[in-house]
């Protein structure tokens, strides 16, 4: 009797001890699951039981300044995703086999992430309706519906393709700008992405209208450039044409301004490439070769074709410079226009020992006032000005026509003007600043000079963007113009404007005329570098000059072709071109004057 209480109570302690033992496991596995895993089981069980994406938002649309012509703008596509954790492992092979199919993409790929423990994958994003139509299809026959999602998406599109590449810019997979415009403005075209928030049963059924969240994106604003389609047209159609028929190895670029209030009418930089395929290297050579091209060498050719060289790069102005010149000597009342004699060009001027030469120093120029200088394009006159008007009195012009800061152009990647400091400049170093030789400023630098000039000496700040629209509302943010100091007055303006007149009309720049208008410029011819061999042409212009609503700039590097490399022969023709066809465009009245002179 007393054997068997004992072998009770033995089994009762054993139950206990079992009990005891069960107990302690539950809690620990109760507070594994509730404080150490707690977090992430709980994620997993979110991500079984809800459906969340992401509604990416339109950008807003880029206009031309009629605020009609669409630059760039948003079209709708597709993005298809999957819920991993809610397509059955039976369906995982099926649903990796047709999405890889439908798609072009690698199955192994896709099935890892089908296959994944997460709650959203992204397979395929921005593509046309006419391929998730055929998923969804798919879905219908084979009643396979859970865990797929089919969102409409956002992907950016160029109308005009290639026109004004190098200022609109493009966008990346992620829809954000990474050049030009598209970059600069980014945060005024980007809007705000929407959501989908939805909550499933264990099947992938939603649990009703309550169980989910839309929230809607928001389109971001509008932008209106100062870019005219027709006018940029334009300038590109007669660029391309000029390049390609002088050769001009490493492009060129053409700049047209409205002098008034620095609106860039046209920036033109060729070659052009198509912003619909930014990475599609435009160059015919490199095409040829691009295969056998590393990773580095590709990169460097795409930054290349993307570059835009009105702003980022810097060139020897040449003679185009003599304006400044000719300008600062004015307004110091060192010279006059028309004051006879008061130059003699021998050929070349000795500066501290230098001899520098007139271009034509085997037949110099004689005596000359300073528009036949001009006219002329003859260094040794403008040496002697800058010897006269002194290193500090130039430096304080240079700063007037912004030469020696950025101009602030609404773009990224503007390059700095190149200058030696005002302390180091000597009297050979100011002679050939002051003919526009050793040193280097931007074209935007060069015609933001010209419009100065051209504005009655007023100082004017070059943009591109005139407007902001709010895409909802239509409510519209004007973008003021602005202007700086004044440069010159506005006496020396008109003076300098009737000297660049007689330039075209009778001198150098002569190629440029428009029939029936008073067009003023000055031709440019320069090194691309010392010793290279290169030559970089130019011609800058303003019409009309009785009342200016124009300014250009031509800008050729390395012409090669049979045309030669001179300013007056390979850029005034174009530039001539440019302005007839921009003049007539922009309605302004021919001046009689000209008319009549021209039928004598």
Not at 169 to 194: H, V
Not at 408 to 422: P, R, T, V, W
């Amino acid at each position: 009797m007393q054997n068997n209480i004992l072998k009770l109570k033995r089994r009762m302690l054993v139950v206990l001890i079992g009990v005891a033992v069960a107990s302690v496991v539950l809690i620990g596995q109760t507070a594994n699951l509730q404080f150490v895993r707690g977090e992430e089981l709980k994620a997993k069980a979110y991500g079984q039981q809800s459906s969340d994406r992401t509604i990416t938002a339109n950008r807003g649309t880029i206009y031309d300044r009629s605020g009609e012509n669409i630059l760039a703008k948003s079209s709708t596509v597709q993005t298809v995703t999957v819920n991993p954790v809610n397509i059955t492992l039976e369906n995982k092979e099926k649903v990796a086999h047709i999405l890889a199919d439908i798609f072009e993409l690698d199955y192994d790929k896709i099935f890892k992430r089908v296959s994944k423990n997460s709650s959203i994958e992204t397979i395929v994003k921005r593509v046309d309706k006419e391929k998730t139509d055929e998923l969804r299809k798919w879905m219908q026959e084979n009643n396979i519906y859970q865990g797929i999602n089919i969102d409409e998406d956002t992907k950016r599109f160029y109308p005009e393709a290639s026109l004004a590449s190098h200022v609109i810019g493009f966008c990346g997979s992620d829809n954000q700008g990474l050049d030009g415009i598209e970059a600069k403005y980014n945060d005024i075209l980007t809007g705000q992405n929407g959501s989908i928030s939805k909550m499933i049963d264990a099947k992938g059924n939603s649990f009703g209208e309550e169980g989910e969240n839309y929230e809607e994106p928001m389109v971001g604003n509008d932008l209106i450039l100062t870019i005219d389609k027709n006018i940029q047209a334009i300038a590109e159609k007669y660029l391309e044409d000029v390049c390609i028929d002088n050769v001009c190895t490493d492009g060129g670029n053409v700049i047209i301004m409205d002098p008034r209030n620095g609106d860039v009418l046209a920036m033109a930089t060729y070659p052009f490439y198509d912003l619909n395929q930014p990475y599609e290297i435009s160059n015919p050579e490199l095409k040829q070769v691009w295969e056998l091209m590393d990773q580095a060498q590709k990169s460097e050719s795409l930054q290349g074709m993307w570059r835009n060289k009105a702003i980022a790069d810097t060139y020897e102005p040449g003679s185009t410079f003599k304006l400044v010149t000719a300008s600062s000597a004015l307004e110091e009342g060192i010279a006059e226009p028309d004051k006879a004699g008061a130059f003699c060009c021998t050929g070349g001027i000795e500066i501290a020992g230098v001899r520098i030469k007139c271009w034509r120093y085997y037949r110099p120029h004689g005596s000359e006032s300073l528009r036949e200088g001009l006219m002329n394009s003859c260094n040794p006159v403008f040496i002697g000005l800058g010897q006269k008007i002194g290193v500090e009195k130039y430096y304080h012009y240079l700063e007037r026509f912004g030469f020696l800061k950025k101009t602030g152009i609404d773009l990224y990647g503007e390059a700095k003007s190149i200058f030696l400091a005002k302390e180091k400049v000597g009297p050979v170093e100011l002679a050939t600043i002051s003919f526009g030789q050793r040193f280097e400023v931007t074209p935007i630098q060069m015609i933001t000079m010209v419009s100065t000039i051209a504005n009655k000496g007023v100082y004017v700040q070059p943009r591109l963007v005139r407007q902001i629209r709010n895409s909802e509302t239509g409510e519209v943010q004007d973008i003021e113009p602005i202007f700086g100091e004044r440069a010159i007055s506005e006496q020396t303006a008109e003076n300098v404007l009737s000297i660049m007149t007689s330039v075209v009309s009778e001198g150098t720049g002569k190629n440029a005329k428009v029939l029936g208008y008073k067009v003023g410029g000055k031709t440019g011819t320069s090194e691309d570098g010392v010793n290279t061999g290169k030559y970089v042409t130019s011609f800058i212009g303003v019409a009309p000059t009785n009342e200016p609503q124009v300014t250009i700039l031509v800008t050729l590097y390395n012409p090669t072709g049979e045309g030669g490399h001179q300013g007056g022969g390979v850029a005034a023709p174009v530039a001539g071109k440019i302005l007839n066809e921009v003049i007539q465009y922009l309605g302004i009245e021919a001046t009689e004057e000209i008319e009549e002179n021209i039928s004598q």
